[in-house]
Structures are given as structure tokens and as C-alpha cells.
């Protein structure tokens, strides 16, 4: 019986182990409203948030279901011509095919959008550049793909 209790016990806390390791930490900020969010980026744990708790945009729902943070997003959008505004924030959707996670929201119809990178580690978007980065991921799967 205590062997029973035991097992259970250890089985439970592997489990809410399991399900908080699936959670990503991103920046959230816009370079708009914290100078400190630009391209030269100062990273503040006030920034630092936990995507697990963020619901994703209202525009990106009809695409799909996920209510979960796939990754981290930097965006660069340019809203007043010639004057470019960095967007970090949590990223929902396909890893591999960014085009619909990193759309813009409709609401802003005079925004364009510049550059949208994505990665999938922890506070991964308080890079300059995630370029690097993401042609990692996409020629990760390119090659999952051929092998399988």
C-alpha cells in the first residue's frame, strides 16, 4: 500500500514537471512605448513573461486552435514611414510556416511589416538578429522531412 502512495506521489510531481517544461518564457515589449525594447535591446526581467499564460491575439484565433505559444517573435513594423518599431512577444502558430503567426493585426490596416523572426528557446527574441536562428529551425525540419 505504501508502495502504492509512493509511485503515485512520484508519478505526479513527474507529470507537473512534464507539463511546465512545455512552457516558453519570451520578451514581451514594443520599442513604440519602451526605448529600452529597440534594437539595442536591454533585457529586464519585467519584460520576461510566460507565454503559457498569455492568450494569443483575437485575429490569430480563426486560423487556429492553439491556444499555446509555439515560440518567440520579433517583429518589425513600420507604422509612421521611415520610423521602423520593434515588436517582441510570444508567437502562436506553425514554426515552419510563419506567414500566418507573424501576419499583421487587421486593426492596424497602415502598418507594414518589415521583418518577422521566430525561435523557439527560452527569451530567445532579446536578440538583434534571430535569422540565424530560424533558418536553423527551417532547415531542421527540411531535413526531418527528406529522412522520413
Not at 509511485?7 to 512545455?22: E, K, N, R, V
Not at 518589425?76 to 499583421?104: K, L, M, W
Amino acid at each position: 500500500m505504501l508502495t502504492r502512495v509512493k509511485l503515485t506521489l512520484a508519478l505526479s510531481i513527474l507529470a507537473s514537471f512534464a507539463c511546465t517544461g512545455y512552457a516558453i518564457k519570451c520578451f514581451v515589449c514594443d520599442s513604440m512605448y519602451n526605448p529600452n525594447c529597440g534594437e539595442k535591446f536591454k533585457a529586464d526581467d519585467s519584460l520576461l513573461f510566460d507565454c503559457a499564460r498569455i492568450a494569443p491575439p483575437r485575429f490569430l484565433q480563426i486560423f487556429h486552435s492553439a491556444s499555446k505559444a509555439s515560440g518567440c517573435m520579433k517583429k518589425v513594423i513600420e507604422v509612421v514611414t521611415g520610423n521602423p518599431t520593434i515588436a517582441r512577444s510570444c508567437y502562436f502558430g506553425d514554426i515552419v510556416h510563419t506567414y500566418i503567426g507573424c501576419q499583421g493585426d487587421p486593426s492596424l490596416p497602415f502598418s507594414k511589416e518589415l521583418s518577422c523572426d521566430v525561435c523557439t528557446k527560452d527569451e530567445c527574441n532579446g536578440s538583434s538578429s534571430l535569422a540565424p536562428i530560424a533558418v536553423t529551425i527551417l532547415l531542421f525540419f527540411g531535413l526531418a522531412r527528406i529522412l522520413a
